[in-house]
């Protein structure tokens, strides 16, 4: 079992890759958010110490979106409570007040990847493992891979969300966001979410910003590790709540057997993929691509993940082995933002690297 001083030598040996290879990784800033205070009030801490960081992503995401989408998304600002329910709409409000940005613009920093996963789209996002270990320990890890990565790297922060001074669940973010792409409810599971293309851009901004019929990615996942589910109920949340974009839940639980790739559509679930350690599937690799589909040559980070996977092995595998599986090339590359490794049996061991390549 990691103890205190595992996870001490977990930091180091992470910390070391920096000046000994061409890349440098350097632990993410972690914060506290107060679920007790008022929504409004939540994040305002925070937002106030990343305004021109903010402005800066706000500025390079409008170059990438057309001028009638920035024009409903503007409207949508003053009426973000008949489009947002609680305590979202409140928590982005709050988010406004404190950096003055418009509420309309923090509207659209948490829509960025329904507005971004669309068919053919330039932007893909992200490598995720899970692995059960010999003794049925559950690891998790992902890259966080995109475009604007220096706007995205100076934003990218893990949070714990706390009630009563003690944690509720974990997140790694991009400040603005009140969602998240990565998360951890201790002893109960973890959430990754990988970019699926499918369908038109226009397609996810008809659901988001007119029907009103599905959900935001990141914030179903927030919503997901609030509520104290079972393993098993919260793949089904994730499976079957309807949400604006298609996309990829990875999950990972406490027990053997307790990991699973969902590919999504925006009504529902089309496929769930589960980890067999006893039929020899003890690790899955997700990257952007169905995985009963091979991946395009010009995009193929899933076999070099697989390749040192089995290198690996699963007598070894563990939090270092995997942040070293997601280190090498082109599984970590020019787009990769941040790197998370966590096990919801050993929550301590959330942590998330900015990465430099």
């Known amino acids: 079992m990691w103890n205190s001083v595992c996870v001490y030598m977990f930091l180091c040996l992470v910390g070391a890759i920096g000046p000994g290879s061409s890349e440098t990784s350097i632990p993410a800033k972690r914060y506290t958010v107060n679920l007790d205070l008022p929504e409004q009030s939540r994040f305002h801490d925070l937002a106030v110490l990343y305004i021109p960081e903010m402005q800066n992503l706000l500025s390079v995401f409008k170059k990438m979106v057309p001028g009638f989408v920035l024009d409903i998304v503007a409207a949508i ?16 409000i709050g988010i406004a007040a404190a950096t003055g940005i418009d509420v309309g613009d923090v509207v659209l920093a948490n829509l960025f990847y329904e507005l971004t996963a669309y068919k053919n789209s330039p932007t893909k996002a992200c490598t995720s493992i899970v692995a059960e270990a010999l003794n049925g320990t559950i690891y998790h890890g ?32 991009f400040v603005g966001m009140v969602g998240m792409l990565s998360a951890q409810r201790p002893y109960r599971y973890t959430i990754t979410l990988d970019e699926r293309d499918q369908g038109g851009w226009w397609e996810n901004l008809v659901e988001a910003l007119v029907e009103g019929t599905g959900g935001v990615t990141s914030i179903l996942i927030r919503d997901t590790v609030t509520g104290d589910y079972t393993f098993e109920a919260a793949v089904g949340k994730l499976a079957y709540s309807p949400l604006i974009a298609p996309c990829y839940f990875i999950v990972g639980g406490t027990t053997s057997g307790q990991g699973v790739v969902i590919t999504r559509d925006r009504v529902s679930a089309v496929d769930l993929w589960y980890l067999n350690a ?27 993940a697989i390749k040192a996977m089995n290198a690996t092995g699963r007598a070894n595998i563990n939090a270092p082995a995997l942040f070293s599986v997601l280190s090498i090339p082109p599984v970590m590359n020019n787009g990769t933002t941040y790197t998370v490794t966590m096990s919801a049996e050993v929550p301590e061991l959330f942590f998330t690297w900015v990465r430099y390549p």
Not at 150 to 160: E, F, M, Q, Y
Not at 280 to 297: A, I
């Open 77 to 92: 600002g003053p009426e973000v409570d008949k489009h947002f329910r609680a305590p979202y709409a409140g928590e982005m």
């Open 142 to 173: 992902r890259n966080m891979d995109y475009d604007f990565t220096d706007a995205l790297r100076n934003l990218t922060v893990v949070i714990d969300y706390q009630q009563g001074g003690k944690t509720v669940y974990t997140g790694t973010t």
């Open 278 to 304: 006893l039929g020899g599937q003890w690790f899955l690799v997700e990257t952007n691509y169905d995985h009963w589909t091979t991946p395009p040559p010009d995009d193929d980070r899933r076999d070099p």
